[in-house]
């Protein structure tokens, strides 16, 4: 029996980098100048150099960006056939690993960041269906839940009456409709659906269809998949927040509840009941006062808290549980 030739590959390291700023949350994204669209940092992994994928990654951005990550978990392994590849390219294979990473947002790092052509860019700019922090999307009704429906009617096939009642199901379950509550974890699944009913740029791009047949663009496409290693990224970020501080990793060492609640809010996409929130934090215990305030505009000076470390030694799964939406 003869072997049959093996393609070579390349192992990427791509990193989902996010802080929050004014109350909203911010992803690192890099200029290419040989391409119109913006990517996750992202580079290739050497074994030669680096016993880890982590340590490579580490010493990559902080070398192009001087940003310090605190936080950083491994997401997953990107490897479908076809992708980071062009027309006539005949080069390795390339299999990224995503990774999840936490910094503080520093402005003095701003202009050096431009300056190597890396930006925050604000996240909902990419995925804009996922903020609800000001009520429910209203590209939802208008765009985006007809275009899914009609793409669930169009099924054919031999089985083309299961394959409806499959769409059907899982725009359901992906998007909160009827008795299915919106969960604001299930990101990658309503990316995937997009994708897979051709309805954003990078379906087009993939050549899965000529054109997404609507009229306004579904948020801002990135470079390969970075779009969708970004929606798995901020889905495994909702999710460690009900189980896990991460929340702090994005906070300065003082802060006060309003911009606790901004950050938790951002990342969520959801808006918080402020009474419900100050209860919610005080009975997990995560936080303790400084006994500083910090002067508020039109109102008393607002008291200033920080990170209670001693949780993590109290209890196995410190987070801030935020309750579910309503059914859409």
């Given at each position: 029996?003869t072997a049959a030739?093996?393609?070579?590959?390349e192992i990427s390291?791509?990193?989902a980098?996010v802080a929050?700023?004014g109350?909203n949350?911010?992803?690192?994204v890099v200029?290419?100048?040989?391409?119109?669209?913006?990517?996750l940092?992202?580079?290739?992994?050497?074994?030669a150099?680096?016993?880890?994928m982590?340590?490579s990654?580490?010493v990559?951005?902080?070398?192009?960006?001087?940003l310090?990550?605190?936080?950083?978990?491994?997401?997953?392994?990107f490897?479908?056939?076809?992708?980071?590849?062009?027309?006539g390219?005949a080069?390795p294979?390339l299999?990224s690993?995503?990774?999840?990473?936490?910094?503080?947002m520093?402005?003095e790092?701003t202009p050096?960041?431009?300056?190597?052509?890396?930006?925050w860019?604000?996240w909902?700019?990419?995925l804009?269906?996922?903020?609800?922090?000001?009520?429910?999307?209203?590209?939802?009704?208008?765009i985006i839940?007809?275009?899914?429906?009609?793409w669930?009617e169009e099924a054919?096939?031999?089985a083309?009456?299961?394959?409806?009642?499959?769409r059907?199901?899982?725009?359901?379950?992906?998007f909160?409709?009827?008795?299915f509550?919106?969960?604001?974890?299930r990101?990658?699944e309503?990316?995937e659906l997009?994708?897979?009913?051709?309805?954003?740029d990078e379906?087009?791009?993939d050549?899965r269809?000529w054109?997404?047949?609507?009229?306004?663009?579904?948020?801002?496409?990135m470079?390969?998949?970075h779009?969708?290693i970004?929606a798995?990224a901020?889905?495994r970020?909702?999710?460690k927040?009900k189980?896990?501080p991460?929340?702090?990793?994005?906070?300065?060492?003082?802060f006060?509840?309003?911009?606790?609640q901004?950050?938790v809010?951002?990342i969520?996409?959801?808006h918080l009941?402020k009474?419900?929130f100050r209860?919610l934090?005080e009975g997990a215990?995560?936080?303790?006062?400084?006994?500083?305030t910090m002067a508020?505009?039109g109102?008393r000076p607002?008291?200033l808290?920080r990170?209670?470390?001693?949780i993590?030694?109290?209890?196995?799964?410190?987070?801030l549980k935020?309750g579910?939406?309503?059914?859409?």
């Amino acid at each position: 029996m003869t072997a049959a030739a093996s393609s070579p590959i390349e192992i990427s390291l791509d990193a989902a980098i996010v802080a929050v700023s004014g109350g909203n949350p911010q992803i690192l994204v890099v200029s290419d100048p040989a391409s119109e669209l913006e990517s996750l940092p992202f580079g290739p992994f050497d074994p030669a150099r680096y016993r880890t994928m982590e340590m490579s990654l580490r010493v990559a951005v902080e070398a192009r960006t001087a940003l310090h990550m605190g936080y950083i978990e491994q997401l997953y392994t990107f490897g479908d056939r076809g992708r980071h590849k062009m027309p006539g390219d005949a080069g390795p294979h390339l299999v990224s690993v995503g990774y999840l990473a936490l910094t503080r947002m520093d402005p003095e790092r701003t202009p050096a960041l431009s300056a190597a052509g890396v930006h925050w860019r604000d996240w909902y700019s990419y995925l804009p269906w996922e903020d609800w922090r000001q009520g429910r999307p209203v590209l939802l009704d208008q765009i985006i839940l007809p275009a899914l429906r009609q793409w669930a009617e169009e099924a054919g096939g031999d089985a083309a009456g299961a394959a409806r009642l499959s769409r059907r199901s899982r725009i359901k379950l992906a998007f909160g409709l009827d008795d299915f509550p919106f969960d604001e974890e299930r990101v990658l699944e309503r990316y995937e659906l997009l994708y897979e009913a051709g309805l954003i740029d990078e379906a087009v791009a993939d050549g899965r269809v000529w054109h997404t047949g609507l009229t306004a663009r579904l948020g801002v496409p990135m470079r390969f998949d970075h779009r969708r290693i970004m929606a798995t990224a901020i889905a495994r970020l909702r999710g460690k927040l009900k189980y896990r501080p991460v929340v702090f990793e994005l906070m300065p060492p003082e802060f006060t509840l309003t911009e606790l609640q901004a950050t938790v809010e951002a990342i969520s996409g959801r808006h918080l009941h402020k009474q419900n929130f100050r209860r919610l934090v005080e009975g997990a215990e995560l936080v303790e006062p400084t006994g500083g305030t910090m002067a508020a505009t039109g109102g008393r000076p607002a008291a200033l808290f920080r990170f209670r470390h001693r949780i993590l030694e109290e209890r196995p799964a410190p987070g801030l549980k935020v309750g579910g939406r309503s059914t859409g």
